[in-house]
């Protein structure tokens, strides 16, 4: 069974950091991980990707510079370390895995991933 579970999330204030975790157990590490967010009221959005060996990224340009996504396929976890956080960065965040050997042409398209996580929410206040 093929599980991806995000942690890291929480309450910060404006200015502040958090790393986000996503473990995935009963699957490859060799595939492509996304991160997603969902803000209330929002459509869900790509935040950051990383190919397998961490050679091809992708950022929304509403991140670049404060965001940095990295993996540790040992681990077969992917992270997202989030700095200068903004109370427009408040989402659940999802991380997402696609198939193996596959790059994606658009890796902020949500169907080139196969498997997503439950989500964990972030919050930043001003």
């Known amino acids: 069974q093929v599980q991806l579970v995000e942690s890291g999330g929480g309450s910060v204030q404006a200015g502040g950091s958090l790393r986000l975790s996503c473990k995935v157990s009963?699957?490859?590490?060799?595939?492509?991980r996304g991160w997603f967010r969902r803000a209330p009221g929002k459509e869900r959005e790509a935040v950051a990707g990383i190919s397998t060996f961490g050679t091809s990224t992708y950022y929304a340009d509403s991140v670049k510079g404060r965001f940095t996504v990295s993996r540790d396929n040992a681990e077969n976890t992917v992270y997202l370390q989030m700095n200068s956080l903004k109370p427009e960065d408040t989402a659940m965040y999802y991380c997402a895995a696609a198939r193996p050997n596959y790059l994606p042409p658009y890796p902020g398209n949500p169907s080139d991933y196969t498997y997503w996580g439950q989500g964990t929410q972030v919050t930043v206040s001003s």
């Open positions: 009963g699957y490859t590490s060799r595939n492509y």
